[in-house]
């Protein structure tokens, strides 16, 4: 069967070129009786595609349901998929069929995978490489036929670095992997589908029908859609029962639109970034800021003793200036040696008119701008400071102990 013929078959709007190549694979492995495991962000239409797959296939008159895995207490998931004999437990009255023994012959959709439980994951596995289970409190091997359709809004992979998701389930599962393209990389659907959503709820509650302007096509088309097509789905409807003025301006529009979501645009906030890596960014930047207000202030300096021939009367007084001066010093290592400042107390030649003269007598070494050093000073100094407490001095640098040990032992201080 041809995409188009699929899309009219199964009420599927829109020509992205990512659409359809997710119906190519859907229409290719139908045939087949291998897994498939189809990701896409929630409210994508993954559902649609399980029914796709399942209507194509040879078991297309056999049962199909759709189980909700999140959705199910982690205590019943094994009886509800399994079934469970008399007495299995507390409340079990009576013997029950699970669900892969009600849809034998058939296809089971089980939506939200990455959410069941270890212990069923290992159970599912069983069933897909053998067919077999057991039903809770039973000691028999039942058998079944049953094609599974996975789907998941999550990153499975990294379900399985973290623990939470068996290995091996995840590629028995992934033998065909399905990714459904979110609403967002979908821009030539979005208004396509927001005709089609708006006409068929104008027809069911009776209304005009509705009209965008050219402003608001565009806000529109240009918007997230972290919903995907059940948000655009949900404001149609809205829409088309709420607004009284059937021509939808801009402003109109953005009224239904969250105030959160509508920066979703904006670059995000790598949540999954290490810790550390910010914590020593953050010195670096801290190191650099202070550079460079430091050498403003010394700008500052010489340009007022430029344009008054001396040191004005509303300048830092002499123990300040040696406090700047104290507070870029260099740290002592092999190879560099600390700049030697000399500051001479301003010689008073007439008290009663204000005019000064002031010797200065410095040694001009050239600084060194190495941000290890500054990065090695400034741990030097908060460890002095919190005599020697590392926990401290980690709080008043900004980073984690664990780093602050990490950079004492890089550091050899």
């Not at 091996?168 to 065909?176: G, P």
């Not at 030539?188 to 050219?214: A, G, H, N, V, W």
């Not at 105030?259 to 645009?265: G, I, L, V």
Request: proline share 5%.
């Amino acid at each position: 069967m041809e995409v188009q013929e699929i899309k009219q078959r199964f009420g599927i709007i829109g020509n992205s070129p990512l659409l359809n190549r997710a119906i190519n694979i859907a229409n290719q492995v139908s045939p087949t009786d291998i897994s498939v495991l189809i990701t896409g962000e929630s409210g994508s239409g993954k559902e649609v595609f399980s029914h796709i797959i399942h209507q194509m296939s040879p078991r297309k008159h056999g049962p199909f349901i759709a189980v909700n895995c999140g959705a199910i207490p982690e205590g019943t998931i094994d009886s509800e998929l399994f079934g469970h004999e008399k007495g299995a437990y507390t409340g079990a009255v009576g013997e029950r069929k699970g669900y892969f023994e009600t849809v034998n012959g058939g296809t089971i959709f089980l939506d939200e995978i990455a959410e069941m439980p270890l212990g069923t994951q290992a159970r599912l596995l069983r069933v897909l490489e053998s067919g077999q289970y057991i039903r809770v409190g039973s000691s028999k091997v039942e058998k079944t036929n049953v094609r599974v359709i996975a789907a998941t809004n999550v990153d499975v992979y990294d379900a399985v670095k973290a623990g939470r998701f068996r290995e091996d389930l995840y590629y028995r599962l992934n033998t065909v992997p399905l990714r459904i393209p979110p609403l967002r990389d979908r821009k030539e659907d979005i208004f396509l589908l927001f005709r089609k959503f708006t006409s068929d709820f104008t027809d069911k509650y009776r209304t005009p029908p509705i009209q965008l302007d050219d402003e608001a096509q565009q806000v529109l088309i240009n918007y997230s859609w972290p919903g995907n097509v059940r948000q655009l789905k949900n404001m149609a409807e809205q829409l088309a029962v709420l607004e009284r003025d059937r021509v939808i301006t801009a402003p109109t529009l953005l009224t239904y639109i969250p105030h959160e979501a509508s920066r979703s645009n904006l670059p995000m906030r790598l949540d999954n970034q290490p810790k550390e890596d910010f914590s020593e960014r953050d010195i670096l930047y801290k190191v650099l800021f202070d550079m460079k207000r430091d050498m403003v202030e010394l700008k500052k300096l010489v340009a007022d003793i430029i344009e008054h021939g001396g040191v004005s009367t509303n300048y830092p007084s002499q123990s300040q200036l040696t406090q700047l001066y104290r507070d870029i010093e260099l740290p002592v290592t092999n190879n560099h040696t600390e700049p030697q400042f000399t500051l001479q107390q301003p010689v008073t030649n007439n008290v009663n008119n204000g005019d000064y003269n002031i010797t200065h007598e410095a040694e001009e070494v050239e600084e060194s701008l190495s941000l290890v050093e500054k990065e090695s000073d400034l741990i030097r100094k908060a460890l002095k400071k919190h005599k020697g407490k590392r926990k401290l001095a980690a709080n008043e640098l900004g980073i984690s102990e664990r780093t602050l040990y990490r950079k004492i032992k890089e550091l050899d201080l």
